[in-house]
């Protein structure tokens, strides 16, 4: 199959969370699987910081309000992987410091840097000759190439053959925006209604990912079954509910090259079951960077998040009186919200030499954290996948989570971890208890070590699921299963040399509209 995803952010390119690490892994494994996968991300100054092998490969014109816009398209590769990435450059919008907004706020344009950035995708995917079999779409950022695949291209000979499959990484960042920005959508006034973008009078950019897709997906089953309830839908459960029999759950995976313990570069020693010591040796470097006590065989307790509502930082900060009293230290990684990155310093100054804190964003002791704690916590109040629980059980780091979607697909409960129901303080103290009991019986807990560090995570799995979803999108829009065989692309430079020319007329030949199906039409 030939497949094109889109996300607002790829690994190792330009990173906040979760989403980067899917859109950078799963088109690896896809591609391992045989298919052609070129993903497309904004160029960022991350981007242009981080060193990539880049080229420019095409200039295109894209409609904006009122005019038309020059998008660069740089080409680069996927590190380790048969994939393209390109990149959609234009410094007015892509060339800020942060991805979506100065610390932790929005930046104010952010409809118009989106809805470029998915012009963008569509023209380049046809005047670079992509021809896709299917769309692969993330999160609110990329919504609009449903809904351009619809409106704007329905009539098109290329990109009209393509199905959509739209993947909700997290439904609590929907993209809202005022309804006087309609025209910065590109998309006519009428599609501002109930059944389309709008919602509560406010334009709804995920909405539009929800009703315009063939096939909608999202991270874990459990999740998805969550976000068709009341209180796990943020107000779209009812569009969800409607769309329940095309709504699947497909479980993340984990890049094996970026998260093994017994080849990880930014560890100071590698382990794997058996061979411990060198997670011995990651504790002792951990203590030392976040300034624990050296040599003590106090349990530590790790945690690496955006210190954000939804990671449940507020019912670990009512808890830590009573996990202060336990015999266990503390380290936490993370940046976010005011609130908590001041409250987590202050209990640092408080406990110095038991509790660490380091505010901001590091890879580098990310990997540490993960590797050199003995129990990690998640004590999320909602969590659609969450890696870090896997990453945590990979490196032998017996997790502690809030049984809530991911998390409760992929943590055995006295098994390889330990899970609590109900989102408040006292169910995390009670988990933590349990962890710390189990890690005083050694026998026990090296065994639950081993069973932690042999689950498999391989993206393969997972990709195997998502080309049986591409193909029932397919199957939905009423568009024939994808050909096999070795894809004809045009050379590099032959590409370049066309793109752009070409107008950005909308194609409306009758035998392209025939091959639609009746149901992809409002
Ligand atoms: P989410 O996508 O909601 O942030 P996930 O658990 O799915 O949560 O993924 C988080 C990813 O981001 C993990 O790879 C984690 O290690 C990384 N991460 C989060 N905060 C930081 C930080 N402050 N420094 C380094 N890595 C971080």
Redesign the pocket.
């Known amino acids: 199959m030939r497949i094109v995803l889109a996300a607002s952010e790829v690994a190792p390119f330009a990173k906040t ?3 980067a ?1 899917v859109a950078g892994s799963l088109p690896a494994a896809l591609a391992r699987l045989g298919h052609e996968v070129s993903v497309f991300c904004p160029y960022y100054l991350q981007v242009e910081e981080s060193g990539a092998m880049i080229r420019e490969v095409a200039r295109l014109f894209v409609p904006v309000r009122g005019g038309q816009k020059e998008a660069r398209i740089l080409e680069a590769r996927l590190p380790g992987a048969e994939v393209t990435v390109f990149f959609v450059a234009r410094r007015e919008f892509f060339g800020r410091e942060g991805i979506y907004g100065p610390g932790g706020y929005e930046y104010l344009d952010n409809l118009e840097r989106y809805a470029f950035f998915c012009r963008a995708v569509c023209r380049a995917s046809r005047e670079l000759e992509l021809a896709p079999d299917v769309f692969h779409l993330n999160d609110w950022q990329t919504a609009l190439c449903a809904a351009y695949l619809r409106h704007t291209y329905g009539g098109d000979p290329v990109l009209s053959r393509a199905a959509s499959v739209f993947t909700i990484h ?1 439904l609590g960042y929907q993209g809202v925006y005022p309804p006087w920005k309609m025209p910065d959508t590109g998309l006519a006034r009428e599609h501002f209604n109930w059944k389309e973008l709008e919602f509560y009078g406010q334009i709804n950019l995920l909405k539009g990912g929800l009703v315009y897709a063939d096939v909608l997906s999202t991270v874990s089953k459990r999740y998805a079954r969550e976000i068709q309830t009341h209180e796990g839908g943020y107000g779209l459960d009812g569009v969800l509910r409607e769309r329940s029999g095309r709504l699947f759950g497909i479980v993340n995976g984990l890049d094996d090259s970026v998260w093994d313990p017994a080849r990880d570069p930014l560890l100071p020693a590698r382990y794997s079951v058996g061979r411990m010591a060198g997670k011995r040796r990651c504790r002792g470097e951990l203590q030392k960077q976040m300034g624990l006590r050296p040599g003590s065989r106090r349990p530590i307790l790790g945690l ?3 210190l954000v509502e939804q990671k449940g930082i507020d019912i670990l900060l009512g808890a830590m009186p009573a996990i202060g009293e336990l015999p266990v230290d503390l380290v936490v ?3 976010g919200e005011h609130r908590y990155e001041n409250a987590l310093a202050d209990l640092a100054d408080r406990r110095p030499g038991r509790i660490g804190v380091r505010l ?4 580098k002791l ?1 990997h540490l954290v993960e590797a050199g704690s003995d129990v990690y916590l998640m004590p999320s109040r909602y969590e659609p ?4 629980q896997m990453i945590s059980l990979r490196y032998g780091t017996i997790p502690v989570v809030r049984e809530t979607g991911g998390l409760a697909d992929t943590v055995v409960d006295g098994i390889d971890g330990f899970s609590f129901a109900d989102y408040n303080p006292e169910g995390l103290i009670v988990a933590v208890r349990r962890a710390v009991s189990a890690m005083s019986r050694p026998v026990g807990w090296r065994r639950m070590v081993a069973r932690a560090m042999r689950r498999d995570w391989s993206w393969d799995r997972s990709a195997g699921e998502y080309v049986r979803l591409y193909e029932l999108a397919r199957a939905s829009a009423g568009l024939p299963p994808a050909k096999r065989g070795k894809p004809k692309r045009k050379r590099v430079a032959s590409r370049k040399k066309n793109a752009g020319r070409s107008t950005p007329k909308e194609v409306s030949g009758r035998a392209a509209k025939a091959r639609r199906s009746p149901a992809r039409k409002k």
């Open positions: 969370g979760g989403l690490d997290n690496v998040s955006r990684l993370g940046s901001g964003y590091d890879e990310a996948c969450g890696l870090n």
